[in-house]
């Protein structure tokens, strides 16, 4: 759980550094939590500790755990009980009165970091100083070791390397990609156990171990109903929005799909042959390509917009038909839409036909929308009339 709640802060400070520029602390519990844009915190605390930014620095002393993530992270606090850090570039230069567990690109504990438990680290870098009263665990890409180990040691690495200082008392199980030689006065030869390093087999076990895990998956019917719902709540929810504060336009697109489907039809082939045209012009422009992932967002929103159109107009035009009225209320419109989605999701279980249903909706509605954006740059796009002002000439 103290783990859960470790990553959970986590996720929040990176996820809300823009808001956190200023270091923000609490204590609840008898624990202490730190998070912000930089982190500099001098502790003294009788709890946990769980402190993230972007660059985390913490100094002073902690009875309990000391939980720590960021880009670029400095633990010099002596702790009472076990460190968990992470991190782009963690350095450990403190005591600890437990176990070490720390993950990044570079990882390094220094002679200060006396560790009375165990020391499991992961990295590319790893460059272990700090006296390991239990085991060391080290995987990584270039592992250094230049202190004294009193239990075993499973290393796992492409190189490796000793300083003066290293010495392993138990057992070392070592996997390298390197014909590494350990020094006698590091450990016995036979008190060295190796095994192969192979990258591949290894990634394939941890597969392998992924795939042993069942999941709480939920039966595939529920799956696509759930999936099926939401969507259409989505969809209600754009249609409530537009028919609440657009309402005038939307009805004069509506009237449009319906008193004129086949110039509508061809207005949405060009206004949807212009959009997906947009991309490449975009693309090969150069100082463009930073404008091609909004023209591609500009296609996904007026394909859906434009097939909520076409299908509103439609359950419209069906409801009048059958002497519905002509000012349904705001519920009855969504309940419309609603029943429209339904029928259209249900066409989709017939092959070919409810493609050509769902793409003829898109180029109605997308019809639709382009008439409505023309009409901004044409004066009077209506009909024009007789001299007398009351008949449409043809």
Same mark, same amino acid.
């Given at each position: 759980?103290?783990?859960?709640?470790?990553?959970?802060?986590?996720?929040?400070?990176?996820?809300?550094?823009?808001?956190?520029?200023?270091? !923000?602390?609490? =204590?609840?519990?008898?624990?202490?939590?730190?998070?912000?844009?930089?982190?500099?915190?001098?502790? /003294?605390?009788?709890?946990?500790?769980?402190? #993230?930014?972007?660059?985390?620095?913490?100094?002073?002393?902690?009875?309990?755990?000391?939980?720590?993530?960021?880009?670029?992270?400095?633990?010099?606090?002596?702790?009472?009980?076990?460190?968990?850090?992470?991190?782009?570039? $963690?350095?450990?230069?403190?005591?600890?009165?437990?176990?070490?567990?720390? &993950?990044?690109?570079? !990882?390094?504990?220094? &002679?200060? #970091? $006396?560790?009375?438990?165990?020391?499991?680290?992961?990295?590319?870098?790893?460059? %272990?100083?700090?006296? +390991?009263?239990?085991?060391?665990?080290?995987?990584?890409?270039? +592992?250094?070791?230049?202190?004294?180990?009193?239990?075993?040691?499973?290393?796992?690495?492409?190189?490796?390397?000793?300083?003066?200082?290293?010495?392993?008392?138990?057992?070392?199980?070592?996997?390298?990609?390197?014909?590494?030689?350990?020094?006698?006065?590091?450990?016995? /030869?036979?008190?060295?156990?190796?095994?192969?390093?192979?990258?591949? =087999?290894?990634?394939? =076990?941890?597969?392998?171990?992924?795939?042993?895990? =069942?999941?709480?998956?939920?039966?595939?019917?529920?799956?696509?109903?759930?999936?099926?719902?939401?969507?259409?709540?989505?969809?209600? *929810? *754009?249609?409530?929005?537009?028919?609440?504060?657009?309402?005038?336009?939307?009805?004069?697109?509506?009237?449009?799909?319906?008193?004129?489907?086949?110039?509508?039809?061809?207005?949405?082939?060009?206004?949807?042959?212009?959009?997906?045209?947009?991309?490449?012009?975009?693309?090969?422009? $150069?100082?463009?390509?930073? @404008?091609?992932?909004?023209?591609?967002?500009?296609?996904?929103?007026?394909?859906?917009?434009?097939?909520?159109?076409?299908?509103?107009?439609?359950?419209?035009?069906?409801?009048?038909?059958?002497?519905?009225?002509?000012?349904?209320?705001?519920?009855?419109?969504?309940?419309? %839409? #609603?029943?429209?989605? $339904?029928?259209?999701?249900?066409?989709? @279980?017939?092959?070919?036909?409810?493609?050509? +249903?769902?793409?003829?909706?898109?180029?109605?509605?997308?019809?639709?929308?382009?008439?409505?954006?023309?009409?901004?740059?044409?004066?009077?796009?209506?009909? #024009?009339?007789?001299?007398?002002?009351?008949?449409?000439?043809?």
């Amino acid at each position: 759980m103290r783990h859960f709640l470790f990553l959970t802060l986590s996720a929040l400070a990176f996820s809300t550094a823009p808001s956190l520029a200023e270091q !923000v602390s609490r =204590e609840h519990g008898g624990d202490t939590y730190l998070a912000g844009e930089a982190v500099t915190e001098t502790l /003294a605390a009788t709890g946990d500790v769980f402190a #993230a930014g972007s660059v985390v620095t913490t100094t002073g002393t902690t009875s309990g755990d000391t939980h720590v993530a960021g880009y670029d992270v400095a633990v010099s606090t002596q702790t009472g009980g076990d460190l968990y850090a992470a991190g782009s570039s $963690v350095n450990i230069d403190a005591a600890v009165g437990d176990d070490i567990t720390a &993950a990044g690109f570079s !990882v390094r504990s220094t &002679a200060s #970091a $006396v560790t009375q438990g165990n020391v499991r680290l992961f990295g590319r870098t790893l460059t %272990i100083e700090g006296p +390991v009263a239990g085991a060391l665990t080290a995987f990584g890409g270039t +592992v250094h070791l230049n202190a004294p180990v009193t239990g075993d040691a499973w290393i796992a690495a492409k190189t490796l390397s000793f300083g003066p200082n290293a010495r392993i008392d138990g057992n070392l199980t070592l996997s390298a990609d390197d014909d590494v030689v350990v020094p006698a006065d590091v450990i016995p /030869a036979a008190q060295i156990t190796r095994e192969e390093w192979n990258t591949r =087999e290894m990634y394939r =076990e941890f597969d392998r171990s992924w795939d042993a895990v =069942e999941m709480p998956l939920l039966p595939v019917w529920l799956s696509l109903f759930s999936a099926f719902l939401i969507s259409t709540i989505f969809l209600l *929810l *754009l249609a409530a929005i537009f028919l609440t504060f657009m309402s005038e336009r939307v009805d004069k697109m509506r009237r449009r799909v319906t008193l004129q489907p086949l110039q509508t039809f061809l207005l949405g082939v060009i206004g949807l042959s212009a959009l997906f045209g947009m991309v490449p012009v975009t693309a090969l422009t $150069v100082i463009g390509l930073p @404008f091609v992932p909004f023209a591609l967002l500009l296609i996904i929103v007026a394909w859906t917009l434009g097939y909520l159109l076409a299908a509103y107009a439609i359950a419209y035009r069906l409801w009048v038909a059958f002497d519905g009225g002509d000012t349904p209320s705001m519920v009855m419109r969504l309940v419309m %839409i #609603a029943l429209a989605i $339904v029928v259209v999701a249900v066409l989709n @279980f017939i092959p070919f036909v409810g493609w050509v +249903v769902n793409y003829t909706l898109v180029l109605l509605g997308v019809g639709a929308m382009t008439a409505a954006t023309l009409s901004f740059f044409i004066t009077d796009p209506d009909p #024009a009339l007789d001299v007398d002002m009351q008949n449409p000439t043809t």
